[in-house]
């Protein structure tokens, strides 16, 4: 009996994905060696490699670090096609870049790692390479890169020259005490002038001239050269086989079906399939179900040996249990664990609540499988009047905090109110009694809702950053105008050759954490750059400014600033609520308010009925009798009425604004 028409074409579909041919035996409809057929997602038919053929003497792990948009990941590209590690196609372009808020943006937001490999005079070599983010919010993907490299390709626009971040990504790899490979990029361009670069790296760096490379990722020039660079000056790992295992952990992912993949840094040892590991941190024993390298897909080996880079699957279950900084050892054989990672300090805190509430656990699950894969965000649960149970998460800047609300809703699909970003400050208590509350005498503030009284306390303290910016000589008195509109102080001007100067200065945090790098472009028509560091804190005027409607204060609405930006942020926001408040049957007085202090007011009328409108003519005393009882008794409802600010008022006031 045939089978209908609409099956036997199924069958024949599969049929032609298998390998081997039907054997003649068998009836047409029937697939034909169902054990030949390729599955699109299996791994069992892949070869694995053999990684014992490359000692630690053969094995080069290196990063490639630059200032934003100077070809990092064009040179990468590069590299794999060299290698052979991809196929030459006019298509490859920014390959490591995988996330779909990378390809929008044009930037990388998360390091990347390769394996490839390499034959140079007879020998081959296995080269490790991370490509990394050139975004100063992303500094801590850098230096977590940098802890499983012996070396760096440092690239160097030869159009643009140092910039900010090449300066920043050059001193966290010198105190790394890692090998710098300076490399000129974009050498094809019509304005490129390699020789004001080289020199601009010897002054600022100290490296000489006749050690730059000059390239061009774009063509593919010069670019063998680099690899051959990397052989000679990046020394192989300190490490030995023969020692017991000890992997670092230096980034991970999360996958719905095979759970936790770990990124690992052998530095002793070797790893494969059904070894019995144990975690420092959580000191819980797993099974290895798979060992590989990234080439930059996934692909699996027998064992990965000391000095080599790859990933592990190891059946973790739960998010929490692949701490990016961890060390892994064999059951029954510890070892000291390594130094990790220093955690990252977060500069920018926003508030972050579900759109709806009944939304609330998917939300706290998503946010637990991206906190995984960007462990420098904090996470606190918090609670608002207005808007709900949500969180408040720490961000190492707005970028970064722009980027993982963009992955949240690209990859888990998930919709969040974000509120305006605050900076953490700190307070010295003067009051014995708050001391012995707290249990010391400096507390950290993260909200208007723990703000001390100023009569408990000696003095305030804001966050400040060391800013580094570069820019053409010709803009120089713009942008020192513009950071002493911002309550900078100037600590140093470098001019770095003829047309460029670097400039440093010590900012308030909060007095850039919005729109400062916005204001420096525009000034400086795309030229200049920026870069920062934490730099403490020091000594500030703080106040915390309420907002009242009716003289009654709405507590999601105060913030913490400094006096003397209290006026035109107390105008700003009542102009902003007056806006957003729905109009009452009575008047609302919306104030800014610093202590008994009124700064700034907006009245939103009230409706009013026309209540003269059946007066024809007659004596005006009819008139005002009727509009006197009028506001009486809008005088009355005022008095008794509540003025209920609605959820989507709070959200369009609370909201970051992204065109701002």
């Known amino acids: 009996m045939a089978l209908p ?260 840094a052998l530095f002793g040892g070797e790893i494969q399939k059904g070894y019995k590991i144990v975690s420092a941190h959580t000191k819980k024993k797993y099974e290895v179900n798979e060992v590989g390298i990234l080439t930059p897909n996934e692909q699996p080996t027998h064992k990965l040996y000391a000095g080599q880079v790859g990933y592990l699957i190891a059946g973790m279950k739960e998010v929490t249990e692949a701490q990016i900084g961890d060390t892994l050892f064999l059951y029954k054989q510890p070892v000291e664990p390594l130094p990790g990672f220093k955690s990252a300090k977060p500069m920018v805190f926003a508030g972050m609540y579900p759109v709806d509430q009944t939304e609330y656990n998917n939300l706290k699950s998503a946010l637990e499988r991206l906190t995984l894969n960007d462990s420098s965000v904090t996470v606190h649960r918090d609670s608002s009047l207005a808007l709900g149970a949500g969180w408040r998460l720490g961000f190492l800047g707005l970028l970064h905090m722009e980027v993982f609300n963009q992955r949240l809703e690209q990859e888990y699909n998930m919709s969040v109110i974000l509120t305006v970003p605050t900076v953490p400050y700190k307070a010295i208590l003067s009051s014995a009694k708050l001391i012995k509350e707290y249990g010391k005498a400096e507390i950290t503030i993260i909200s208007p809702a723990q703000f001390p009284d100023k009569l408990s306390v000696s003095e305030y303290l804001e966050p400040t950053v060391l800013g580094t910016i570069v820019t053409p000589h010709e803009y120089i008195g713009k942008i020192i105008a513009l950071c002493q509109d911002r309550r900078a102080v100037q600590k140093d001007m470098l001019y770095i050759d003829e047309r460029r100067v670097m400039l440093k200065y010590l900012f308030p945090l909060n007095e850039i954490v919005v729109d400062f790098y916005d204001a420096l472009k525009s000034l400086s028509s795309g030229y200049a750059s920026f870069d920062y560091e934490d730099a403490g804190y020091q000594a500030a005027d703080l106040i915390k400014m309420d907002i009242l409607l009716n003289g009654n204060p709405v507590e999601e609405l105060a913030t913490i600033i400094h006096n003397d930006k209290a006026y035109a942020t107390g105008k700003f926001l009542c102009e902003r609520l007056k806006d957003a408040i729905p109009r009452q049957l009575f008047e609302i007085a919306i104030q800014a308010a610093i202590g008994k202090k009124i700064i700034a007011r907006e009245t939103l009328k009230a409706y009013r009925k026309n209540v003269v409108a059946k007066c024809y003519g007659g004596d005006i005393t009819r008139r005002m009798k009727l509009l006197k009882r009028q506001a009486e008794g809008k005088k009355l409802m005022r008095k008794i009425g509540n003025v209920e600010v609605p959820r989507d008022a709070f959200i369009r006031v609370l909201k970051r604004q992204p065109d701002k």
């Open 5 to 264: 028409g609409r099956t036997a074409m199924w069958w024949a579909r599969l049929r032609s994905r298998c390998r081997a041919a039907a054997p003649l035996c068998l009836p047409p409809w029937l697939p034909a060696a169902p054990v030949a057929c390729e599955r699109p997602y299996s791994s069992r038919g892949e070869e694995k490699l053999d990684m014992s053929t490359y000692p630690v003497e053969s094995i080069r792990n290196f990063s490639i670090i630059a200032h934003v948009d100077h070809g990092k990941s064009t040179l990468a590209d590069r590299l794999l096609e060299i290698t052979g590690t991809i196929a030459k196609t006019g298509r490859n372009k920014q390959v490591l870049d995988k996330l779909q808020v990378e390809r929008e943006r044009g930037i990388t937001v998360k390091a990347q790692s390769a394996s490839l490999f390499y034959s140079h005079e007879g020998v081959n070599y296995l080269l490790n390479l991370i490509d990394t983010p050139g975004h100063v919010d992303f500094s801590y993907e850098v230096s977590r890169s940098l802890s499983a490299c012996q070396g760096v390709i440092l690239v160097v626009d030869a159009n643009e020259g140092i910039q900010a971040q090449t300066v920043a990504n050059f001193y966290l790899a010198f105190e790394a005490q890692l090998a710098i490979i300076p490399v000129i990029n974009k050498i094809d361009l019509k304005n490129a002038d390699p020789e004001r670069v080289e020199k601009q790296i010897e002054k600022l760096f100290d490296i000489p001239i006749d050690e730059c490379v000059r390239i061009s990722a774009k063509q593919g020039t010069n670019v063998e050269k680099v690899l051959q660079k990397v052989i000679e000056k990046i020394p192989p790992p300190h490490c030995n086989t023969a020692d017991p295992l000890k992997a670092l952990v230096f980034d991970s992912t999360f996958d719905h079906y095979r759970g936790v993949i770990a990124n690992i």
